[in-house]
């Protein structure tokens, strides 16, 4: 049996299928590289050893889905494909729907016609919104959602909630993430942004390399420790591992399962800037400017229901995190552009 991974040739999905592929599972993947590279792919089999079954299309395609599900035996599927720009997603909101949540309609349809009864969705601690209490339990609030991206999220969460009443075979998994960083140890296969990064990490790993000039540090006048944002940054190989252990016990267990993916510990935008710059030994320059409208002053999770009922934790720490984005980030200033 095999397993179809959504969106596997971006930055979280790559990794996932590389630690999939590691436990000899068949894999088959369905990307329209929107926002990625194919390269990606050939890095992962550089790294494995092994091929993903590759499909260029995507999930708002019914005939792709349908030629995948005919062609090869799919048992579950790994859901990552979407948009998640912030920005452009106040900018373009239908494009967001359209893509987030009518794909993921398409897609559950499409699996429910093939008897394919497992789903493990990328959820994200958006969801929360600004938190009701901190560390994040699953059980807070969620759907305070402030831009498109957002609430496509939670959205696909009520849908696929709302699905495994309706089918009492399916099963659904939630994973809200916190903040994925940092690189496969290889140096091989991370993160690639299009165009000026949004994101802290990329942001600081440009600077460092000389692309970007100086960092711009959003906020000083928070209300944490050191006046900038706190924020629960998670490896990406962890969080990967993560997908294997939902899966694991997930697998045709139907019902609807959510789990946060974080470490538990906040640092700040300081705290990674001298992190990186101790890790590497490399300085990164910044300045301390407004806040950035949307953002919120602390995030980090509770992720203790992962720990008791997956048997998963995070086991890479913030020196491996900077470390390894720094390794991907020298190897390969250009990203997968070569
Ligand atoms: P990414 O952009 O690197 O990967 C998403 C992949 O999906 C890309 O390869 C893209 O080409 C593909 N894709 C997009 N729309 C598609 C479509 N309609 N059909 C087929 N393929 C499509 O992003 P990522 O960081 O790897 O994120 C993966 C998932 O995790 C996304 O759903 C994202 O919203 C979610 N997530 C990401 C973060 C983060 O900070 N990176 C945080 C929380 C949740
Ligand atoms: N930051 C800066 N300068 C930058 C970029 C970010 O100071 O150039 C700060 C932000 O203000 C924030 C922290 O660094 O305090 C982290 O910002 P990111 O943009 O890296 O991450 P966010 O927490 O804002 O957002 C991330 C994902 C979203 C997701 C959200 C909640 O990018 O997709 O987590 O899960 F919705």
Known sequence: MAIL?????????????????NTNRDIVVLDNLSNSSEVSLERVKKITG??????????????????IFAENQIDSVIHFAGLKAVG?????????YQNNVTGSIVLVEEMLKANVN?????????????????PITENCPVGGTTNPYGTSKYMVERILEDTTKAFPQFSAVVLRYFNPVGAHSSGLIGEDPNGI???LLPYISQVAVGKLQQLS????????????????????????????KALEKHQDDAGFHIYNLGTGTGYSVLDMVKAFEQSNEIQVPYKLVDRRPGDIATCYSNPKKA??????????????????TWNWQKNNPNGYKG
Not at 52 to 61: H, T
Not at 308 to 323: A, F, H, I, S, Y
């Open 197 to 199: 990064p949004n994101n």
């Open 118 to 134: 497992t789903i493990v969705f990328s959820s994200s601690a958006t969801v929360y919104g600004d938190p009701a209490e901190i």
């Open 5 to 21: 991974v959504t969106g596997g040739a971006g930055y979280i999905g790559s990794h996932t299928v590389v630690e999939l592929l």
């Open 307 to 324: 720990l008791e009922v997956l048997g998963w934790k995070t086991e890479r720490d913030l020196n491996q995190m900077m470390k390894d």
């Open 50 to 67: 092994k091929t993903a079954k590759f499909y260029q299309g995507d999930i708002l395609d019914r005939e792709i889905l349908r030629k």
């Open 88 to 96: 452009e997603s106040v900018q373009k909101p239908l494009y967001y």
């Open 217 to 244: 540090v959003f906020g000083s006048d928070y209300d944490t420790y050191d006046g900038t944002g706190v924020r629960d940054y998670i490896h990406v190989v962890d969080l990967a591992i993560g997908h294997l």
